[in-house]
């Protein structure tokens, strides 16, 4: 592979510096992280789900703690506490990938001209709308990671941020636990099917944003091919 094909692959435009590699390579962390917990969580979810949603962060294991506390195993603050925290540990990584590749990250999407524009577009964002966005970023049906992105690559300050990802993450987990705790586990499960459609939109979105793009191009090359004598 040409280093010029390879760059193709990377987010971020010229020379890399070491911050990429460090960012890149704590994404990569995360994403393993991710599938080491797929392993681990059916030995969690029963025996310490609140430690679970510290390490998930998810309505699932919201929920199963909720029920715990509900029958004074844990007091309900814990659960709230542990959940929050579980669902913003990692969201510093996503804006920073945003302050640092938003545009390049556009990039693969889309054409590098109309990614500029998008850029100088994104700067005109309401600032107060994208507060919003991302206070309800965690929210199940919400693409929480396009609006922590969207925080990095719009120049949101970092404090400003994690303050209101963790006033998103609050809510959400106040919620799911308040609503596992009052009306257990059908309220939970409501949740979790709310979740896991919005998961499929969310991956269709993302998929019809990838073909649209790649079948233009694969169009324009085979009429560019047409054309030569």
């Not at 019809?208 to 047409?226: D, Q, W, Y």
Request: proline share 6%; aromatic share 10%; hydrophobic share 55%.
């Amino acid at each position: 592979m040409s280093p010029l094909s390879w760059r193709l692959w990377v987010p971020w435009r010229g020379r890399p510096a070491a911050a990429d590699w460090q960012l890149l390579a704590a994404i990569g962390a995360v994403v393993v992280f991710g599938f080491g917990m797929r392993a681990i969580r059916p030995f969690l979810i029963a025996s310490n789900p609140v430690l679970l949603e510290f390490l998930n962060g998810g309505p699932a294991e919201i929920g199963a703690a909720a029920a715990f506390a509900r029958i004074g195993e844990v007091p309900l603050w814990l659960v709230v506490v542990a959940g929050t925290l579980g669902i913003v540990k990692f969201d510093w990584l996503t804006w920073w990938a945003g302050r640092r590749w938003g545009p390049g990250l556009i990039g693969y999407f889309t054409t590098r001209e109309r990614a500029d524009r998008l850029t100088e577009r994104a700067g005109r964002v309401n600032p107060w709308l994208l507060r919003l966005a991302l206070v309800a970023a965690p929210l199940p049906g919400v693409p929480g990671v396009i609006m922590t992105m969207l925080a990095g690559w719009t120049g949101m300050r970092l404090g400003t941020f994690l303050a209101l990802d963790a006033l998103g993450a609050l809510v959400t987990t106040a919620l799911v636990a308040g609503l596992g705790y009052a009306l257990g586990q059908g309220a939970v499960e409501i949740v979790l099917l709310i979740e896991r459609q919005a998961i499929w939109v969310t991956l269709g979105l993302i998929a019809v944003t990838f073909a649209v793009p790649m079948v233009k191009r694969a169009l324009r090359r085979r009429a560019a091919r047409r054309r030569l004598p």
